[in-house]
């Protein structure tokens, strides 16, 4: 076929009202798994919504989580190619379980201690012998972790009730324990069904000391033979981060509006304050400097010393930044 003629049979093509094939409209399929709070899926809608992932032809298949634990299990049975979680990227990538490539935030003040007074607890020093509900290696359990030992309390003195963070709530509000480890946006139930609980802490009095991050993963086979979709996913991720940055208010008004409506706008304002974001330029630095490859050892330490697990994965060995400076820097 000439020039002329295929000129002519994609005209007619579109004049019958059949797409002419272009390369173009094809897009990569990308099976994503993520957590459904605003410091983990607030740059996945926002991109969605503002068409940043299929400007880069993507096509994303998006599969709601409870848990960190969930998640993986998912990435790891193949029925995902990549996740979006919180603290938990720092721990099963260091049992060679996933490679992590892209950071979303930093959890400042995401997660919360909470206590009863009129249980008996009203400082840290209180809570030793006390049972304390939280949801075992999340984000919670990583700060309970820091702020007990940053008040001369051995995890060990404390009795660890590990339930999903649903029961975990409940076990609080009903007085089956009198203190809670939890990450908003349940420390709204708390506040309204509890008027008497007390905030003892949160993660922001250990930051930058102590940084829980949370971000993307893919499976190490996703990772091995996608490297250039993974790019993909990182720019248009930086598209919908820094339109966020750059314009919070309005971006947590359409967050709430269309994927958050059950939840107040005041409580979403107050999820969004309770993270740290970079613009994705702000973040070159920290991927370059080792910054990241920090906070991510540091959670691993301590998901691995709770495990019991000597030998595991270091960090240069399951965090790529080489993925990410390509992409932006």
Do not use: C
């Not at 007390?198 to 990772?223: E, F, H, M, R």
């Not at 991927?287 to 240069?316: I, R």
């Amino acid at each position: 076929m000439d020039r002329r003629q295929f000129l002519a049979s994609t005209a007619g093509l579109a004049l019958s009202g059949v797409a002419a094939p272009a390369i173009a409209q094809s897009r990569t399929k990308v099976r994503v798994g993520y957590l459904h709070t605003v410091a983990v899926d607030g740059q996945i809608w926002t991109g969605m919504d503002r068409g940043s992932f299929e400007k880069q032809g993507l096509d994303f298949e998006l599969r709601q989580f409870n848990t960190g634990l969930e998640i993986f299990q998912a990435l790891i049975g193949g029925s995902i190619d990549v996740l979006a979680t919180g603290a938990a990227i720092a721990s099963f990538p260091a049992r060679g379980q996933g490679k992590v490539f892209l950071l979303n935030d930093i959890e400042v003040a995401t997660a919360q201690l909470w206590v009863r007074p009129d249980m008996g607890v009203k400082s840290f020093a209180d809570l030793k012998g006390k049972r304390i509900a939280t949801t075992a290696g999340t984000t919670a359990h990583v700060f309970l972790d820091t702020a007990l030992r940053a008040n001369k309390i051995d995890p060990k003195e404390v009795e660890l009730l590990n339930q999903s963070m649903p029961a975990a709530v409940t076990s609080f509000i009903s007085g089956a324990v009198p203190a809670v480890a939890l990450w908003v946006p349940f420390n709204i139930t708390v506040r309204d069904k509890l008027p008497g609980a007390v905030k003892l802490s949160d993660a922001s009095a250990y930051y930058p000391q102590a940084a829980i991050i949370g971000g993307w993963t893919a499976s190490n086979d996703y990772y091995d033979g996608n490297k250039e979709t993974l790019i993909k996913i990182i720019k248009g991720w930086a598209d919908a981060n820094d339109y966020i940055v750059a314009n919070s208010t309005e971006a947590i008004e359409a967050l709430q509006k269309k994927h958050y409506s059950q939840v107040p706008l005041s409580d979403i304002m107050e999820a969004f304050k309770a993270q740290k974001m970079f613009s994705s330029r702000d973040w070159v630095k920290y991927y370059s400097d080792g910054t990241v490859a920090k906070w991510l050892q540091q959670s691993t330490n301590f998901f691995m010393t709770n495990a019991n697990v000597k030998d595991f994965t270091p960090v240069e060995k399951y965090f790529d930044p080489s993925l990410y400076l390509k992409a932006i820097g």
